[in-house]
């Protein structure tokens, strides 16, 4: 495999927002010509597939501005600059949905989209849900949706969940019970 490494030539942050910034960067390409990069810098995040000892998903319908529609998708939220990722997880279940998870296990991560962004999504499964009296978000306004894996992955199908993430960790959740309990 050839090395397509593109060489930074010069940087500049175009925008400094509250949870984003922009840079952009002009660059050489592996083949001397010189092209321009524009990068959403994100400091990552979390989504978690909580599931009941049913097998009950709970997901949350929320209005996502940036797509003008409601969306359903697991809980989620950016890292702090402080937490860990099974930290993050733990608060995001605790402020979207009101449970914390006795058991945490990281399914994979992933990148939303490295054609111009660094954020990395980190997925887990969450089982052994406890409801808990954490604070819930005061800037998002979510209802909480009950669907068995099935009835998930049906909605995937017939473009009801369009969130790529939880599309992604829905679609690992089932591989890893395909086969139990005639799934």
């Known amino acids: ?3 397509w490494a593109e060489k930074m030539l010069s940087s500049e942050i175009a925008f400094e927002g509250r949870l984003i910034s922009l840079r952009r960067d002009e660059v050489q390409l592996s083949d001397g010509r010189k092209s321009v990069r524009e990068v959403v810098i994100h400091p990552g995040a979390v989504a978690v597939v909580p599931l009941t000892s049913d097998r009950k998903v709970l997901l949350v319908r ?3 501005y940036a797509v003008r529609k409601n969306l359903i998708e ?3 939220g950016t890292l702090h600059h402080d937490e860990t990722p099974e930290e993050c997880a733990q608060r995001e279940l605790s402020e979207e949905i ?4 006795g058991k945490l296990e990281r399914l ?8 111009y962004s660094t954020e990395l999504i ?4 969450a089982t052994e ?3 808990t009296e954490g604070e819930r978000d005061q800037d998002e306004i979510l209802e909480v949706v009950k669907m068995s894996l099935e009835e998930a ?3 995937i199908e017939r473009g009801e969940i369009q969130d790529a993430k939880t599309i992604a960790a829905l679609l690992l959740v089932k591989k890893r019970f395909s086969g139990l309990n005639g799934s």
């Open 1 to 3: 495999m050839s090395d």
């Open 62 to 64: 929320q209005f996502r």
């Open 74 to 76: 697991i809980p989620a």
């Open 98 to 101: 009101g449970f914390t998870a």
């Open 108 to 115: 994979t991560s992933l990148y939303l989209a490295p054609g």
């Open 122 to 125: 980190y997925l887990f499964i």
């Open 129 to 131: 849900l406890t409801p």
């Open 153 to 155: 992955i049906a909605a």
